[in-house]
């Protein structure tokens, strides 16, 4: 997966440590205090004895920490999940019905599936025939397209160069022509691609420094980040974010529970 550059302030995680002392006092002493706040509450001397609890405990029998760390990233990956799924509802217009997107199989499938990729990302390379497979298999099918051009300023010409070529209704067989080319996407190669399509490359090239062009991209990047989006490619079924490239029946079967509701 190719990774989105993160914002410059992160907010850390403090509650990590205090979380994990908890759970290792009520592993290894069911009798003492299980919460944080509890934990803050006792004495140095039963703070003391708490340590020595722990120590031991862990001494006899080191898979305390491990299932306690297990635990503690299960319940981070249950809360970010919950998260994530609220996102997406909250997102869902922008997401799904939004009418300025390309879409690619069929307008009126019964199942959408948005696609959040980069140009010159290799995965969204290596994911593009799955998904043409994906739709020559199920005709009820709907990809809607989000150009998120992170990988530099190559990536940002070609979403440019796509959102244009939209504007003459060949985004879809340009898209294509970019997942397959192995070369960088520089102007020169972007104008070769397009004339190729029979676009008309200057009003291509004018439409590309639309400032409409850039608040589309820019609308794209902030419902990457509010679905907590790390990088591309990136799927969205239902409720469901997928990062990375996944196989045809992974596909298959996310699009059948879509389906089920």
């Not at 990590?16 to 002392?21: C, S, Y």
């Not at 934990?39 to 708490?50: H, S």
């Not at 300023?153 to 192995?182: C, G, I, T, W």
């Not at 009003?203 to 589309?216: F, H, K, S, W």
Request: one cysteine or more; glycine letters at 6%; aromatic letters at 2%.
């Amino acid at each position: 997966m190719s990774r989105i550059p993160p914002p410059s302030a992160r907010r850390p995680r403090r509650l990590a440590v205090p979380l994990l002392l908890a759970a290792i006092s009520l592993a290894a002493a069911p009798g003492l205090p299980a919460s944080p706040a509890a934990a803050q509450a006792l004495t140095p001397e039963q703070r003391r004895e708490v340590v020595q609890v722990m120590r031991e405990a862990l001494r006899q029998d080191p898979s305390i920490l491990r299932d306690a760390f297990a635990a503690l990233e299960e319940a981070a990956r249950q809360q970010a999940s919950e998260g994530r799924a609220g996102a997406i509802r909250a997102e869902a217009g922008a997401l799904f019905r939004d009418p300025a997107d390309p879409v690619k199989g069929n307008p009126r499938g019964d199942v959408t599936l948005v696609e959040f990729f980069d140009a010159r990302c290799g995965y969204c390379k290596a994911l593009h025939p799955t998904l043409e497979a994906l739709l020559r298999a199920d005709p009820g099918v709907r990809i809607v397209m989000k150009d998120l051009p992170i990988l530099g300023p190559a990536s940002v010409l070609a979403s440019r160069a796509l959102l244009a070529a939209q504007r003459q209704d060949r985004y879809v067989e340009l898209q294509a022509a970019l997942m397959k080319l192995r070369g960088e996407p520089t102007e020169a190669t972007l104008q070769a691609e397009a004339k190729k399509l029979g676009l008309d490359w200057a009003r291509l090239r004018r439409d590309m420094e639309d400032p409409a062009i850039e608040r589309r991209l820019q609308e794209h990047l902030r419902l990457a980040r509010a679905l907590s989006i790390e990088g591309t490619p990136a799927l969205v079924i239902g409720e469901t974010l997928v990062p990375g490239a996944v196989d045809l029946p992974t596909l298959q079967r996310l699009v059948a529970e879509a389906r089920k509701g």
